[in-house]
Every structure is written in structure tokens, then in C-alpha cells.
């Protein structure tokens, strides 16, 4: 059974700071999402990892995945308010086609203060 | 931007009773996706659906469960007779066919409460 691993669950980190989320997952995979939900609301899109050794970054966040080690961090450089949410990673069990059944991991929940 | 619409936002209903919750993916996906989450906790998939069918299901996915696209627009969730564990906000989500990666757009959500 897959199982997607986050760590820290929860994070409050001033602003200005940088810091790291990491998703560990316990099965062979080479597709990765990074979402993020605001309270009350729904998922956001914010990555989709498709290869070992992908980055990509928007604004302040950066994702990447390790497909050897089954790690994909998502790295959080001078961080500001707006950043406050919960982040999830998810991780696609099947293989070819579309995005299939994901798994999710139980998301960080992140706190940005003055 | 194209988006994933659900209706109702909110749900209060009985234990026992029938419940249908809709969703209108978007218009040129053609995968389909319910997930549920539990107050405070993770998202956990349903069931996906393509081409009309099923594709794949989860063990949360019992016989209560059951999904339909009565019309080109709409996928509907009922469930038959609700327990009161069945309380959670429900997640429709839709991807473009063809291509490994293609990502889910989620929609807003339908929280559910079983009294």
C-alpha cells in the first residue's frame, strides 16, 4: 500500500524566513503534485513533478523530486502572510494516461507571521 | 479560466437518507474524480470515472456509493443511505485525457453533514 509521508505537520515560521517541506512516499512513482488549500476552500494546483531531478518554482515556492529516494521537497524562500495555508502532497499510483487514483499525504499546515 | 463547479456548497441531511451530490467537470476533461476529506484530515480518493465507466475505486468506495454522467455536463455522487462517518467535504476533480501528468483541477467542494 502506498503511503505519502509529510513532515513537519505543522510550521509557523516568521516572515522573511526560508524553510523546507518534505514529502516522502513508500512506493515507485514518477508523479508528484503540490497542492494547496486555504481554510473552508479547495485544492489548488501548484506543482505537477514528472521526472527525477524536476524543479520548478513560482514566486517564493520551489518544488523538486528525487525519484530514487522518493523525496520531494517544497522549499519556501523569504516567507510572507500570504503564504499561510495548508500544503499537500500527492502522489499518482498509475502508471501511463491521465493522473489517476492520488495519494495524498496529510498536508502541512503552515502559519507565516509579522 | 475554465473551473470545476459543485453544487451544493453546503448539505445537511439525515442519517439514513439519500443524498446526491453534482459537480459539472470541466468541459473538455474527460476524466472524473470524487474525493472526500474528513474535517481536519487528508484527502482520500473516491473513485474515478472515463469513458462512461468506473475506472477505478477505493475501499471507502462501498456499495452505498455510486457515480453517474446522466447528460453531458454533469457527475453526480449519491449516496444511498448516509451514516453519520459519512460527514466530510467532498471534492469533484477533472484532467484532460492523454499524457502522463496531466494534473486534476478540483472544485470548491460540497461539505457534507449527516445529522
Known amino acids: 500500500e502506498l503511503k505519502v509521508e509529510q513532515n513537519p505537520l505543522f510550521l509557523s515560521m516568521q516572515e522573511g524566513k526560508n524553510y523546507t517541506i518534505y514529502c516522502n512516499y513508500s512506493?515507485?512513482?514518477?508523479?508528484l503534485y503540490w497542492y494547496r488549500q486555504d481554510p473552508g476552500k479547495s485544492l489548488e494546483s501548484l506543482f505537477v513533478?514528472?521526472?527525477?531531478?524536476a524543479v520548478k518554482q513560482e514566486g517564493r515556492l520551489m518544488a523538486s523530486l528525487d525519484t530514487k529516494a522518493r523525496l520531494s521537497t517544497l522549499h519556501i524562500t523569504a516567507a510572507v502572510h500570504d503564504l499561510s495555508a495548508t500544503y499537500f502532497c500527492?502522489?499518482?499510483?498509475?502508471?501511463?494516461?491521465?493522473?489517476?487514483?492520488?495519494?495524498f499525504g496529510k498536508g502541512t499546515k503552515l502559519s507565516v507571521k509579522p | 479560466e475554465p473551473e470545476v463547479t459543485q453544487t451544493p456548497s453546503h448539505q445537511v441531511t439525515q442519517m439514513g437518507q439519500e443524498v446526491i451530490l453534482r459537480c459539472v467537470p470541466i468541459?473538455?476533461?474527460?476524466?472524473f474524480y470524487w474525493y472526500r476529506q474528513i474535517l481536519g484530515q487528508k484527502v482520500e480518493f473516491l473513485v474515478s470515472?472515463?469513458?462512461?465507466?468506473?475506472?477505478?475505486k477505493s475501499e471507502i468506495f462501498d456499495d452505498q456509493f455510486s457515480v453517474e454522467r446522466p447528460d453531458g455536463s454533469n457527475f453526480t455522487l449519491k449516496i444511498r443511505s448516509t451514516k453519520l462517518e459519512d460527514s466530510a467535504m467532498y471534492f469533484c476533480?477533472?484532467?484532460?485525457?492523454?499524457?502522463?501528468?496531466?494534473?486534476?483541477?478540483f472544485g470548491q467542494g460540497t461539505r457534507l453533514t449527516v445529522v
Open positions: 500527492a502522489v499518482d499510483v498509475k502508471r501511463g494516461g491521465s493522473q489517476g487514483n492520488l495519494i
Open positions: 470515472f472515463y469513458n462512461n465507466e468506473i475506472s477505478e
Open positions: 513533478l514528472l521526472s527525477n531531478g
Open positions: 468541459s473538455n476533461h474527460l476524466y
Open positions: 512506493t515507485t512513482s514518477d508523479r
Open positions: 476533480a477533472s484532467s484532460r485525457a492523454g499524457g502522463g501528468g496531466t494534473e486534476a483541477f
